[in-house]
């Protein structure tokens, strides 16, 4: 199994700022991917993290609004632009190794916008 | 919606109780996979069965799947104060690699 680093575990931020939330994987991971977890609710997918290239967005959710990278096979981050208080939500960054495998998660970025 | 629905959205029960969560899809899976999830972090992996095994156990828990009726149930044994969390059913999407996640049953295990 791989162990996956999540930084920060908290922020709070004021409106019209960004954060940038990074996910760093013990060992290689094949897929990585972001996701958002509004309060009280289930996972809901922003993007899959593409290794050097660009990330490909779910409905709903656009590059200028959540810019990722992921310069390598072990590395992500996610930045939450403009931030407005809609976007507090938990962001979790999970990995897996094969198409029909497990997926490993971060201990998610729980955010606050003020 | 590929999305599972899970009933009950919350459950309480007394420690040494037995606890069962169900799960129900809507499209054709290769696997369901269950998670837990302890007061808003990440989520944890717990047991995957595949769309060609009916049942697996792991420890305490026991998981059914039924591909007919589209639905998966949990079952945890002689639950704890500890096993208090979300429990969440996921499955691959179709054509891609990530997981669709359902809506969650939120375990409350009274000590």
């Known amino acids: 199994s791989a162990v996956i680093s999540q930084k920060p575990s908290r922020d709070i931020c004021q409106r019209g700022t960004s954060l940038t939330i990074q996910c760093q994987v013990d060992?290689?991971?094949?897929?990585m991917f972001w996701y958002r977890q509004q309060p009280g609710q289930s996972l809901t997918l922003i993007a899959t993290?593409?290794?050097?290239?660009?990330?490909?967005?779910e409905s709903g959710f656009v590059i200028d609004k959540f810019p990722i990278s992921r310069p390598n096979l072990t590395f992500s981050t996610l930045t939450v632009s403009n931030m407005s208080p809609e976007d507090s939500s938990i962001y979790l960054c999970?990995?897996?190794?094969?198409?029909?495998?497990?997926?490993?998660f971060g201990q998610g970025t729980r955010l606050t916008v003020v | 919606s590929q999305q599972g629905e899970e009933d009950p959205q919350a459950l309480s029960i007394q420690e040494g109780e037995n606890a069962t969560m169900n799960c129900s899809y809507k499209?054709?899976?290769?696997?369901l996979q269950w998670y837990r999830q302890n007061s808003g972090r990440g989520l944890v992996h717990l047991i995957l069965?595949?769309?060609?095994?009916r049942e697996k156990h792991s420890g305490r828990l026991r998981v059914t799947l039924d591909t007919s009726k589209k639905s998966s149930s949990l079952l945890i044994t002689a639950s704890r104060a500890a096993d208090t969390a979300s429990y969440f059913c996921?499955?691959?999407?179709?054509?891609?690699?990530?997981?669709?996640f359902g809506t969650g049953t939120r375990l409350t295990v009274i000590p």
């Open positions: 996921a499955s691959p999407r179709r054509g891609a690699n990530n997981l669709f």
């Open positions: 999970s990995g897996k190794v094969g198409g029909d495998t497990e997926a490993f």
């Open positions: 499209t054709s899976i290769n696997n």
């Open positions: 060992s290689q991971v094949t897929m």
């Open positions: 993290a593409n290794q050097g290239s660009e990330a490909t967005y």
């Open positions: 069965i595949r769309s060609n095994e």
